[in-house]
C-alpha cells in the first residue's frame, strides 16, 4: 500500500491472520489427537515376574524354537495335539486395543487373545497362541518387540496360519476342492524340509504371519510360514488335523498326543448348531 508521501506500508487482513490462527489450533488438535491414539494402539507384552526381571537385567529368552499358531484352528490344534501335556506352563501374553480387540492393559493370559507358552524341561521351546485380531498398523510392533525379547542366534521360527479357501488363486479346481491343505513359504536361511509344496504365485502371506515372515528375512532368522486352506471359517477337527505333518518337523523336545480323546477335542471344537429351521 502507497501514501500520498510514496512511502510504502505493510498490510495485512485481519481476517486472513485469524483463519491461519485457526488453522494452526486445528492442526495442532489433530497432531494431539493421533499422538493419543498411537499410544492406545500401542503393543503391550507383559511376562511372567522372573521373566521380566531377567529382560530389564538386559539377558533374552533364550529360544531355540518358536512356534507361532495364528487362528482359532492353528491355536487349537496346539491346544489339542501338544498343550494338553503338564509340561508346558504360561509365561506372557500380549495386550493391544484397536477396532476388533478391545483389550485392556492389565488382563490376564487367561483373557488374552495372545498368549505364550514356555516348556518347562526345555525353556528353550516357546509356542505363542493368536486368535485375535492384530491391526495392520500394529503388525511390524508385534513382530519388533516379540522378537527383541528373544536371542536370534540359532532360533527356528515355525508359523501356522489359517486361511480361507476363496483366498486361494490357482488354475486347478480340482486343487481348490481338496481343501483344507497346506502351502508354505520360508526365508532364505531356512534348511529344513518342508512337509508341504511351496506357495504358488500369485497366492502372498498376509496378517501376522507375513510380518513374521518379514522381520525373519530382514534379519537372516530360519523360518516357514505353513498356510492351510479350509472352507470352514470355525474351529473344525479336520482342520486341525492338516498341521499334524508339521509337528515331525519340529522339536524332539515337543511330544505331541497322535489321537486326543474325544473329550479334548470336544472342548476345543465348537459344533455350529442350526439357528433355524423351514420344516421346524
Not at 91 to 99: A, D, F, M, Q, R
Amino acid at each position: 500500500m502507497a501514501t500520498f508521501f510514496g512511502e510504502v506500508l505493510s498490510v495485512y487482513s485481519r481476517a486472513v491472520e485469524e483463519e491461519d490462527d485457526e488453522d494452526l489450533d486445528e492442526n495442532e488438535e489433530d497432531e494431539q489427537i493421533r499422538r493419543e491414539l498411537a499410544i492406545k494402539r500401542e503393543v503391550h507384552l507383559q511376562w511372567r515376574p522372573e521373566v521380566s526381571e531377567s529382560l530389564r537385567s538386559g539377558n533374552k529368552l533364550q529360544c531355540s524354537d518358536f512356534i507361532v499358531a495364528v487362528g482359532h484352528n492353528a491355536a487349537r490344534f496346539l491346544s489339542v495335539y501338544v498343550l494338553t501335556s503338564a509340561n508346558w506352563e504360561t509365561v506372557g501374553h500380549v495386550s493391544l486395543w484397536n477396532e476388533r480387540s478391545r483389550a485392556v492393559i492389565g488382563q490376564t493370559s487367561e483373557e488374552s487373545a495372545c498368549v505364550f507358552y514356555r516348556h518347562k524341561d526345555s525353556p528353550s521351546v516357546l509356542i505363542c497362541q493368536v486368535t485375535g485380531y492384530i491391526a495392520e498398523d500394529q503388525l511390524f510392533q508385534w513382530a519388533e518387540k516379540v522378537f527383541d525379547c528373544l536371542q536370534q542366534r540359532e532360533l527356528n521360527v515355525t508359523v501356522l496360519a489359517d486361511y480361507s479357501v476363496a483366498d486361494y488363486k490357482t488354475a486347478d479346481y480340482v486343487c481348490s476342492s481338496s481343501a483344507p491343505f497346506l502351502r508354505s513359504l520360508h526365508t532364505a536361511t531356512f534348511s529344513g524340509q518342508s512337509v508341504c509344496q511351496s506357495l504358488e504365485q500369485p497366492n502372498i502371506v498376509t496378517g501376522l504371519p507375513a510380518a513374521v515372515l518379514n522381520h525373519c528375512q530382514v534379519h537372516r532368522i530360519a523360518a516357514v510360514v505353513y498356510q492351510c486352506y479350509s472352507d470352514i471359517t470355525g474351529p473344525d477337527s479336520v482342520t486341525m488335523e492338516t498341521y499334524k505333518p508339521v509337528l515331525t518337523k519340529l522339536s524332539k523336545s515337543i511330544q505331541f498326543e497322535s489321537s486326543p480323546s474325544t473329550e479334548i477335542l470336544r472342548k476345543f471344537v465348537k459344533t455350529t448348531d442350526i439357528q433355524s429351521n423351514l420344516y421346524i
